[in-house]
């Protein structure tokens, strides 16, 4: 079982910036993908960003390209969502997850979280305009 711990989140305004850290414990050897979700109030969770445990493959929303980078520091145990140019419509609590089973590609792992409902605590992210 994986631990993860979302921090990072904050109020910014609009083309503003933030990081998002996701920080991972336990049995992280065995963990194949990491994904981003947020949850804005009154709508469904959605996938944000997904990378690869190993590195090197990566998802992004069509939301989230061109504007957010997904990222993992290796020694830490980490994954981060780098946020550039912030909107009111980021506005939602974001949080991290992760699936443990090979899957062909990320879409399909993001899929899987989502189904199975295992999250961090979340983040707050706020954007005014």
């Known amino acids: 079982q994986v631990q993860l711990v979302e921090s990072g989140g904050g109020l910014v305004q609009a083309g503003g910036s933030l990081r998002l850290s996701c920080a991972a414990s336990?049995?992280?050897?065995?963990?194949?993908?990491v994904a981003w979700f947020r949850q804005a109030p009154g709508k469904e969770r959605e996938s944000v960003a997904a990378i690869r445990w190993s590195g090197g493959v990566t998802y992004y929303a069509d939301s989230a390209k061109g504007r957010f980078t997904i990222s993992k520091d290796n020694s830490k145990d980490t994954v981060y969502l780098q946020m550039n140019k912030l909107k009111p419509e980021d506005t939602a609590v974001y949080y991290c997850a992760v699936d443990s089973s090979y899957r062909a590609t990320l879409e399909q792992a993001i899929a899987t979280m989502r189904i199975r409902n295992y999250w961090g605590q979340g983040t707050q992210v706020t954007v005014s305009s």
């Open positions: 336990g049995r992280t050897w065995s963990t194949y993908a």
